[in-house]
């Protein structure tokens, strides 16, 4: 019998489950290091720096999307978040945990771009592990992520070392893959070209990493780019000032935020770095990013001596208190 | 307002996550390596041996059982997993996917108890994530646990090692965890006294993981016994060897079987290890499992020449082929 939706007998731990195994994700995300019979698998520890460990759970709704889709997204969060911390990506894990009834031909279109994006960033899938639930009991498959990375020897990053006068970058525009998603859902009824940015920004991270003058990076997820600057004022006890005018944000996502009462400043971004950065080295990060493909890169704020807030200056030279982020805008981003 | 249960604004990114990660995660699995502002968490690699990983999701339904819940569970089976391949569990990470309207009590108990059994084998929670989905995508809570664990040098386990005529062990009872969990669900309409036997294996797999004679250890989780019966001999050609009078069943989880039509040999164990090894260091490895606490460890059976199958000699006399699990006897039993 060839089987075209998934069963409750795939999770069993018994002939099919050693088919879905084989034929799903041992084949697409096979490598000299995964071996599916094992409980545990062994590897060479990463030596010539940290090793680094990150875990992420993906729900994203729908599972595919303009730009992306569950698996990818899965591995680009993992990727990022090590990238991020200034490190390499390793090794990774894969946890699926999958709805009765999903399709076959969608779960093999997950897996294999799952496969593309680990292998674009040179890491390898060294564990994992598939459970069914029955129908009603998920949104059609989560993962979660796990990774193993490397942080160089001299890569110093970290909120301490934040200083007033720093200056704020982003490495293009904000909330493409929150915009995405919300049009990908039927219920809202818009139709728009908004693609997703959900991408590994390691080419980014690798070509500032060692600078003197960067002090820290983070991926602006969930929450979005008011959220990291929310918490670095509330870590780093310094006023955030933005720039509404220097803030990248497309016309298409501006316009459906316009229209559905969102501000793009929360939606979640999957493919963009923010870094504070000494001032006088803002534009050699710029330029760097821009080199590795990040056009429009953008400096878009200082840090300045407290009170502890996060301000945007409006374009028509107001002030607008970027307050922490509250109800949920939009569940199942990421 | 204080919170009775999980709402959607608990997975957004903002105040709401942060407090559900401070009051609930940070403070039971807080220890000096975890720092929940990060994104990737720097942990000195394990040395002196081989790094070994090992992910798993947890399902299991209901969340709390006769014996165990899915918080303990979620640790114990990644400690497990790690055990069984010979090595100490040193770093886990958590991800839990929550549906909203869990009840914080609940989630406060779960992780709790996660915490308690990662203690107790020395582990350190370095890393996690939370995700919330909409009520009706998820049941009441699932979590993926990575463990990273060090084989020490000279443990030299794998099924490669396994030779005609060496003995089967399994250290205690078998077909607990499922039963327990089985009689857990109102729907069964049954009652009964039997405990998950979910536990940490790891004294019993350090107390033999250096005998020369070991050559091959697992955990019978999904699928019990009958499926690591069935997974040796595919793997090594010989015929497994068990004898019915031998085998550790409980009276009380046979009568619940026989009732319901179930077969204890493939339910799961969540505290069970199965070895095999040289037949003259049989005893001595009951012996040291017996000092470990695990009084009914057995010697079930042999592997001998082939062909590749697993036979049943029955307490008749007769035998009997134990297949290939094929249909879910008993789905989200972890």
């Not at 007033?164 to 490495?171: E, F, I, M, R």
């Not at 963009?272 to 990060?285: G, I």
């Not at 330029?287 to 840090?303: F, K, M």
């Not at 945007?312 to 922490?324: M, N």
Request: glycine share 12%; proline share 5%; with cysteine.
């Amino acid at each position: 019998m060839f089987d075209t939706h998934i069963s409750l007998a795939h999770g069993n731990g018994g002939r099919l489950m050693k088919a879905l195994i084989t034929d799903i994700f041992a084949r697409h995300l096979g490598n000299p290091l995964l071996d599916t019979r094992l409980d545990a698998a062994p590897v060479p520890a990463p030596t010539g720096g940290e090793m680094v460990i990150t875990t992420d759970g993906f729900t994203v709704q729908p599972l595919e999307f303009p730009g992306g889709d569950i698996g990818s997204l899965a591995v680009h969060g993992t990727i990022n978040d090590l990238a991020v911390a200034g490190a390499d990506p390793w090794y990774l894990t894969v946890s699926a945990i999958i709805e009765e009834g999903l399709e076959w031909a969608v779960l093999d279109r997950l897996v294999a771009s799952m496969a593309g994006a680990s292998r674009a960033a040179g890491m390898v899938v060294v564990a994992g592990d598939t459970k069914v639930v029955p129908r009603g009991n998920g949104g059609g498959i989560y993962f979660t992520t796990t990774g193993v990375g490397l942080r160089p020897s001299g890569v110093m990053l970290g909120m301490e070392r934040i200083r007033p006068g720093d200056a704020l970058l982003v490495s293009g525009p904000v909330g493409d893959h929150g915009t995405a998603v919300l049009l990908a859902r039927e219920s809202f009824g818009l139709r728009g070209d908004v693609q997703s940015d959900s991408a590994s920004v390691l080419p980014l991270t690798r070509s500032v990493r060692q600078l003197s003058g960067l002090r820290f990076m983070r991926d602006p997820t969930r929450g979005g780019l008011a959220t990291v600057a929310h918490e670095l004022a509330h870590m780093t006890g310094l006023t955030v000032r933005l720039r509404e005018h220097d803030l990248p944000v497309r016309y298409s996502v501006r316009a459906v935020c316009e229209i559905l009462g969102y501000d793009p400043l929360y939606l979640a971004c999957e493919g963009r770095v923010v870094a504070v950065v000494a001032a006088d080295q803002a534009d050699e990060v710029l330029r760097h990013w821009v080199d590795s493909g990040a056009e429009q890169s953008t400096l878009i704020g200082t840090l300045e001596t407290g009170p502890a807030r996060s301000l945007l200056e409006t374009i028509l030279g107001g002030e607008r208190l970027l307050e922490e982020l509250e109800e949920d805008p939009l569940p199942r981003i990421c």
